[in-house]
């Protein structure tokens, strides 16, 4: 899945500077006002910056506020037209655009998620975007989806990760997503679904820590919550659970080292399957720079 924040800045959006505006005006006029005194030399020599209640020095502020003001509003008309910067009802116009609506109490970074997927899905072939699209806008219980085939087989797995605390997808919802895929406005001719509950592997882990010299004890609990946090952020359906990574988010403020002792080696999630941490014991070696 694309991810939006990794697109540079868009030129369309303007740097915005008070000071900036205010400091340009200021040399405009003196640069005119040296050269009105070429035309009438009896004019004086002109400091816009002397005092704060010259006439010209207020004008200017208030005119380099408005105009900083003018262009903020510029570059929200502008977010407001990209994905990436889109919110809210700006969102909500904007995904029309795709065939695309906001569901009841849809978060804006799930409805950013089903606008990509009904962009990326919509060739005729049907691809998997496709079918992830139509499971997630059946219902706001839908999590994650992940959509694949066995060896030669024309069907077509669809495997859900339901929102609740087990993943586990409950038939009521199965069926939703299963009359959603099959509604004859969006199935092709030759689709066959099997639609089932994703599996959820738990994975236990354990470690030796060794903290800093000063250090308090409490850094192992908050290194083990740590994790759970972290991998709160990307458990997803498929998403292998690598020692590297987890010994990383170990490694918190105050945390020496970390040496993995269980799971002897990566944990590997197939396609209709989501991993969860279950235990995590981390035992203390010690201390050590």
Do not use: C
Request: hydrophobic letters at 45%.
């Amino acid at each position: 899945m694309f991810d939006l924040t990794t697109l540079p800045p868009p030129r369309v959006i303007t740097e915005v500077s008070y000071e900036a505006i205010t400091a340009r005006q200021n040399a405009a006029f003196q640069s005119e006002w040296a050269a009105l005194r070429q035309t009438y030399p009896d004019l004086p020599d002109y400091d816009v910056t002397m005092l704060e209640t010259d006439p010209f020095v207020v004008v200017n502020q208030a005119e380099s506020y408005r105009e900083a003001n003018l262009l903020s509003a510029i570059n929200d008309a502008a977010r407001a037209r990209l994905l990436a910067f889109a919110f809210e009802s700006d969102l909500d116009q904007l995904a029309i655009f795709y065939d695309v609506t906001r569901l009841p109490g849809e978060t804006d970074a799930r409805l950013k998620l089903r606008v990509i997927l009904a962009i990326q899905g919509r060739s005729t072939g049907g691809p998997k975007e496709r079918y992830k699209s139509i499971a997630m806008g059946a219902d706001l219980r839908v999590d994650s989806v992940e959509v694949y085939r066995v060896g030669r087989s024309p069907l077509i797995h669809v495997a859900v990760f339901s929102t609740e605390p087990n993943g586990a997808a409950s038939t009521d919802l199965l069926n939703i997503v299963r009359s959603a895929l099959m509604d004859e406005a969006v199935q092709l001719v030759n689709d066959e679904f099997v639609v089932s509950s994703a599996v959820l592997s738990v994975v236990n882990i354990a470690a030796d820590i060794w903290l800093l010299p000063d250090a308090d004890e409490g850094t192992v609990s908050r290194s083990a919550q740590a994790l759970r946090a972290a991998w709160a952020l990307e458990q997803a359906l498929g998403r292998d659970l690598v020692r590297e990574w987890w010994v990383s988010k170990l490694m918190i403020a105050g945390v020496h080292k970390v040496a993995p002792t269980a799971p002897s080696a990566d944990s590997i999630a197939p396609p209709a399957e989501a991993l969860a941490i279950g235990t995590i014991t981390l035992t203390l070696k010690g201390r050590a720079y």
